[in-house]
């Protein structure tokens, strides 16, 4: 079948569904014959439709040759703000991927160039087949922020799961939640395609990379695409294609724990068996006939950890000491065969610490890898791979770190940086190489492009189209703009320096450098606030007060527990008063074990999953402007003196926030949140029990928080209204 033939079908198939007479609309008739003459006719584009608003400015055609953000047809199939008819009604079907990378393909194959013709436009410049992870994006999250439009990088990011994946037609994407499962977490893939691309130092106005950084992206090379590749004879004029692809994953985390630490009581050669090192089951590229494209999907695990076993045993090791709560160690192992659970004994924390004693591993199913493309009818040209990670679950799939360092850089109260526990920063502005350890070496030192996000190459200076100052749509991304560029402790993805043969050494990402298994990072990020910007889930306020942390994105009350599923399942603190004293008392965070929150298939992400990046944004200025109300601004140790106690978003009408109106006399617009926060004293351990931990409340400080408005009460004292100095 003829790519117009696949084009035709998918427009007749969504015509009854809206389509046909929205398309009208912009002066296109899907059902035309010849179709073909439809397409590629002048129109005249109605950019005040929604979903329209962000369409190039410069677009006048259904399809553009080799312009896929100029292609009418192709921005309202792949574009997740399309979605109402001409009348404002909601379409009633939606193209499926393989229909749109079919309308995708025909941009590119109506008018094909011959590989002649490529070679003049790169201008001597090396030609290469380079595989890329792409999305289609609304104007805000593009590369050059004027219009929607196609986005790559050679990095894709998949996520673990425990069930199979899900597409969500009208958002164009994947997402990772289970109906009426809470502990359900879907796999989450990532679409990987075959380009020919160019190699050119960074030119942030003709194709990138987003979030240009001036000092140094001009000194690189990137590769950046030109045309996709499918099989058949209408991609290259003159060739008749076929594209092959080759993934390869490693999980080599167990392995390099025994590197790392002598005396753990496994060596080579064992320690290049499985799993010590993983390579299969770990994921699957379900290649697309004739596409020229491929879905890479993680396996699915009915457990997110699980024991590992090595010759038909559970692999044990001795636990090293100070492992700075990068292992697993907590499943005990005796002599006689018996396992004991090491949280049931006092000290747990130093125990782990000293290690000494037969502990289990444990495997999951992140890693790192690569996906090839080869085409025989273009064999001269060099393979250029993609950087695959399979990460963690994302607790947070609305909410992305480019979005995060966007917002911070336009919020005037945040001008001290020391605010966060680290730095702003997306994996996408992270110019490492990628693994330089993996199998036949794909990858090259100089290549420190890798993660960035680049666009095709365009003529600089378009006008940006009207009306693009919209919101952002929320849904998941696995481009790494959606995953942090932080490492300490790491998230999505870790980073070594290695040495080179000039005598200089380089950071390049990896795998291995993870905690084993991934839950235990997760227990730490999550333990630091967040690890702020690292988009855990912040657990600061469900353990007692440590350090100097802090509570930055705050949970409400139900999403850590109290009367609903918690994310961790960990139990929350509880506010005790009795005839004596008033405290809170709290499960130790010594005595967390998120390892075992994923043997038990406890995790979920049914309520921060729900979280949208504008409530996250509220939530972070909210909690940084109530530390100000008390007067601890930014200094850590203060805060540290106030932690928050209770949380929530308040559902009008509401008796305690209609009091405190009305004894100020000022109405709260919009939403409001309440915060219950308390001024801590002396901590102490109670008799009946080694891992709770009682913290004394010396008073207690209610308020309430809208975007423009902080009510406050402390105790024994009426409600005021707070006084801001941002």
């Known amino acids: 079948m003829s790519l117009l033939e ?13 389509w046909h007479s929205l398309m009208l609309a912009h002066g296109l008739d899907i059902l035309a014959v010849p179709l073909k003459d439809e397409l590629l006719k002048p129109l005249r584009i109605d950019r005040s439709l929604p979903g329209f608003e962000d369409f190039c400015p410069t677009g006048n055609r259904a399809i553009e ?38 309308v995708l393909n025909y941009v590119f194959g109506v008018r094909p160039p011959s ?59 994947f997402l990772p939640f289970v109906q009426d499962d809470p502990y359900g977490i879907r796999i989450m893939p990532v679409h990987y395609s075959a380009y020919i691309a160019v190699q050119r130092q960074g030119n942030h106005e003709q194709f990138g990379p987003m979030d240009a950084q001036p000092d140094v992206d001009p000194a690189l090379k990137f590769w950046v695409p030109m045309h996709k590749l499918f099989d058949g004879k209408e991609c290259l004029a003159g060739l ?44 699957m590229l379900e290649v697309e006939p004739g596409s020229g494209s491929g879905l890479l999907l993680p396996r699915p695990r009915p457990q997110l950890a699980e024991p590992a076993r090595y010759r038909g045993q559970l692999l044990s090791f001795t636990m090293p000491k100070d492992s700075g709560g990068m292992i697993h160690g907590r499943s005990m192992l005796h ?133 693009t100052d919209l919101a952002d749509i929320d849904r ?35 795998g291995y450098q993870m905690a084993s298994p991934f839950p235990e990072d997760a227990r ?10 690292g988009l855990a889930p912040d657990s600061a306020r469900t353990f007692e007060p440590r350090s100097s942390l802090h509570t930055i994105i705050p949970l409400t009350d139900a999403e850590t527990g109290t009367g609903a599923v918690a994310w961790d399942n960990q139990r929350p603190p509880q506010l005790i008063q009795d005839q004596r004293r008033t405290f809170v008392r709290y499960r130790a965070y010594e005595y ?28 972070v200025l909210s909690m940084y402007r109530v530390y100000n109300v008390l007067g601890a601004g930014t200094d850590k140790s203060l805060r540290h003196a106030w932690p928050l106690l209770s949380f929530i978003r308040v559902q009008r009408p509401d008796p305690e926030l209609d009091s405190a109106q009305q004894q100020v006399g000022i109405v709260l617009r919009g939403w409001v949140y309440r915060f219950l926060m308390y001024e801590r004293g002396t901590e102490s351990i109670p008799d009946e029990d080694f891992r709770g931990r009682d913290v004394q409340v010396r008073q207690q400080v209610r308020l309430f928080v809208s975007a423009e408005t902080i009510l406050v009460k402390y105790e024994h004292a009426a409600w005021q209204l707070a006084l801001e100095t941002l």
């Open 115 to 173: 590989l002649k013709d490529l070679q003049r436009k790169a201008q001597g410049e090396p030609l290469a087949v380079a595989v890329f992870a792409s999305e289609y994006r609304c104007a805000p999250d593009t590369v050059h922020g004027e219009h929607a439009d196609l986005c790559y990088s050679r990095t894709g990011i998949a996520r673990v799961g425990n069930t199979s994946a899900l597409y969500a037609p009208e958002l164009r994407c």
């Open 592 to 619: 967390s074990d998120y390892t075992q929150v994923a043997l038990e298939n406890r995790f979920s992400l049914q309520q921060t999953g729900a979280i949208t990046q504008q409530e996250y944004q509220n939530r």
């Open 476 to 510: 998941p991304t696995s481009l790494p703009d959606g995953d942090t560029g932080i490492f300490a402790p790491g998230w999505g993805v870790g980073w070594v320096r290695k040495p080179i043969p000039d005598g200089h050494w380089i950071n390049h990402l990896v």
């Open 6 to 18: 696949i084009v035709n079908q998918t427009c007749r198939r969504l015509a009854p569904g809206g």
């Open 240 to 283: 008749d294609l076929e594209v092959k692809f080759k993934a390869f994953h490693i999980n080599e985390k167990i392995r390099h724990i025994h590197l790392r630490h002598s005396d753990t009581g496994w060596q080579e050669p064992d320690i290049s068996q499985s799993p010590f090192v993983i390579t299969d089951g770990l994921a």
């Open 524 to 533: 730490i990020c999550a333990a630091l606030g967040s690890f702020w910007p």
């Open 335 to 467: 002599d006689n065969g018996t396992i004991e659970d090491l949280n049931h004994r006092e000290g747990v924390a130093e125990l782990v610490k000293q290690g000494g004693y037969r502990a289990l591993h444990h495997r999951d199913g992140t890693a790192d890898g690569y996906i090839r493309a080869h085409c025989t009818s273009l064999g001269h040209l060099q393979s250029i791979p993609a950087y695959s990670i399979i990460a963690t679950p994302d607790f947070f799939p609305f909410c992305h770190p480019r979005r995060l360092m966007r917002w911070a850089r336009q919020v005037p109260a945040f001008t001290d940086p020391n605010i966060w526990h680290a730095r702003l920063q997306a994996l996408s502005n992270v110019r490492y190489c990628a693994n330089l350890t993996l199998a036949d070496q794909p990858f090259s030192p100089e290549d420190r492009g890798v993660t960035a996000i680049v666009g095709l190459p365009r003529k600089p200076g378009l006008p940006p189209p009207a009306g």
């Open 65 to 102: 040759p080799a312009r896929p953000a100029q292609s009418l047809l192709f921005h309202a199939l792949a574009s997740p703000r399309v979605t109402r008819d001409a009348s404002g009604q909601p379409l009633q079907t939606y193209p499926s991927p393989v229909e749109i990378r079919a």
